[in-house]
C-alpha cells in the first residue's frame, strides 16, 4: 500500500504545541488498546476546534468543544472575531464554512462599526446563522488517506477563484488505479 505523508516543510502550518512525530501508523494504534480515536489539539484545555482522527474509518473529524459553544456572546465585532478564531483548520478543510465569518467581519470594517459596537439586526442574523451551524462540523468526515492500494498515477489539480467579497483557492489530489478506478481527495485550500 502507498501512502502519502505531510511533508516536514508543512510542520510549519501547525502551532508549536502541537506535536508531530516522524511517522504514525494506524496499525500500531488499532493493536494496542484504544483504537476508536485519538485527538489532535493545539494544547491541554483548549477552547478551540479541534481535529480528531479515527484510525478505524481512517478519517479526521472536527469537534467543537462546548466552551465555545455556549460562549456568551454580546453580538460585537470583538466577540464575532473572538468565536469565529476558535475554528483551528491549518490546511483550510473547513474554509467554506470559515470564509462567511470572514466576510461578516470585512463587512463590519466596512461598517465602520467599533469594537464594542452592537452588531446590527440584519448582520446579528447572518451571525447567529454560523454560529448555529457550528456544532454540524464534527458531522464532516474527511479521508486521511489520499491514494489507492498499489500502484496509481498521480494528479494534483489546483483551482482559485475570486468574487468582490472573497477569494480562495484548492488543491486537490485525483488518483488512478491499476483497474482504472479515479479518485479525488481535497488536500488543502485557502
Known amino acids: 500500500m502507498d501512502t502519502l505523508l505531510i511533508s516536514p516543510r508543512h510542520y510549519s502550518l501547525m502551532p508549536s504545541t502541537f506535536s508531530v512525530g516522524r511517522g504514525n501508523s494506524y496499525t500500531d494504534r488499532i493493536q494496542n488498546k484504544n483504537p476508536e480515536k485519538t485527538s489532535v489539539s493545539t494544547g491541554p484545555n483548549t477552547d478551540f476546534t479541534e481535529c480528531t482522527e479515527h484510525p478505524i474509518t481512517d478519517s479526521f473529524q472536527f469537534n467543537t468543544p462546548q466552551s465555545v459553544l455556549k460562549m456568551n456572546d454580546p453580538e460585537t465585532k470583538r466577540s464575532l472575531l473572538s468565536i469565529a478564531s476558535k475554528i483551528f483548520d491549518p490546511v483550510g478543510l473547513l474554509t467554506p464554512f470559515t470564509v462567511k465569518a470572514k466576510i461578516l467581519f470585512q463587512d ?48 494534483l489539480r489546483g483551482f482559485g477563484g475570486a468574487s468582490p467579497k472573497a477569494y480562495g483557492v484548492a488543491v486537490y489530489i485525483q488518483t488512478m ?14
Open 177 to 190: 488505479d491499476a483497474a482504472g478506478k479515479v479518485s479525488t481527495h481535497l488536500v488543502m485550500s485557502k
Open 108 to 155: 463590519l470594517w466596512q461598517r465602520e462599526l467599533e469594537w464594542e459596537d452592537q452588531l446590527d439586526e440584519e448582520v446579528a442574523a447572518q451571525w447567529r446563522s454560523w454560529k448555529s451551524d457550528l456544532p454540524c462540523l464534527s458531522r464532516i468526515n474527511i479521508p486521511r488517506h489520499f491514494m489507492a492500494n498499489g500502484r496509481s498515477i498521480i494528479k
